[in-house]
């Protein structure tokens, strides 16, 4: 069974950082591209970061409003990706959502369950 949970959400002051986690489990992590997307209410889910799996060298994406302020890693002995989220915005409240997508099959694709990202003073 695969499961995505992720963690470290919660309420923070514009300024401040947060560190996401996502752990893995029910599949062979390293293999996988793995992302980090957010769903403000009333808005569509929206991609801010994505590490590449594989074997091929290692790769990140970023949404343009997240560049320079978000760094996405991961850890493959832990299976587990992460968000560094600095400089947090109001505008960066979301639900936030870790997403594993199989390097040579898009059909092995699995969210998890979300957490809560709220930026206010």
């Known amino acids: 069974q695969v499961q995505l949970v992720e963690s470290g959400g919660g309420l923070v002051e514009p300024g401040g950082s947060l560190r996401l986690s996502c752990a893995a489990s029910?599949?062979?992590?390293?293999?996988?591209?793995m992302g980090w997307y957010r769903q403000a209410p009333g808005k569509q889910r929206d991609l801010v970061a994505a590490?590449?799996?594989?074997?091929?060298?290692?790769?990140?994406d970023y949404a343009e409003s997240v560049k320079g302020r978000f760094t996405i890693s991961r850890d493959n002995a832990k299976n587990t990706v992460y968000l560094q989220m600095n400089s947090l915005k109001p505008e960066d409240t979301a639900d936030y959502y870790c997403?594993?997508?199989?390097?040579?099959?898009?059909?092995?694709?699995?969210w998890g369950q979300g957490t809560q990202v709220t930026v206010s003073s």
């Open positions: 590490i590449t799996g594989g074997f091929r060298d290692i790769s990140r």
């Open positions: 029910g599949i062979k992590f390293s293999f996988y591209h």
């Open positions: 997403n594993a997508r199989h390097s040579t099959n898009s059909n092995r694709d699995y």
